[in-house]
């Protein structure tokens, strides 16, 4: 095998994302892989292209506050090719979630893409439970800074930490700041 990934079954399975912000629909997927796998990477990317609310550091605390009670996964922040994160977090399978149909399209386009730039990277596709069918970051996010109810979706701490942050927003709007 190229790339220094071991020959076998899988040890390590990357979950890559934005997880801006990670959502309880992440923390499923994330507790589905680590049944599965003996070691799950959370890899926050960068993103920069996405605007991301929060600062990748955020993310990656967030994230690693949300899984502290999964024993068998870690989180790391990374920019770049994922393919390479895979690489460098030694992960011979890469995790992604699918919701709906309309993520399969996208979705089954990267991982062919992935596969050209690292064949020896498997793609697993994992459903939600049916509560997180609907669930998605940039939704959460609109719902929060419109100051809607957003309960039940996101992990506690990541919940108040929206919510304080849009709240702040909300506070400059009303101040004319």
Known sequence: MSGGMAAGPARTA????TFDPFTNGHLDLTERAAHMFPHVVVAVSLSPKKGTL??????????????????????IGFDGLVVD???RADAQVMCRGLRAVSDFEFEFQ????????????????????????FLNS????EIARLGGDISGLLPPHVESRLMALFETERARYRAGA
């Open 14 to 17: 990357l979950f890559p994302g």
């Open 54 to 75: 929060f600062p990748l550091e955020e993310r990656v605390t967030l994230a690693q506050q949300a899984v502290s009670q999964l024993s068998n996964v870690s989180v």
């Open 85 to 87: 994160c895979a690489k």
């Open 110 to 133: 990267m991982a062919l893409m992935n596969r050209r730039l690292s064949p020896e990277l498997e793609v697993v596709f994992l459903m939600p439970s049916a509560r997180y069918t």
């Open 138 to 141: 940039t939704l959460v996010k």
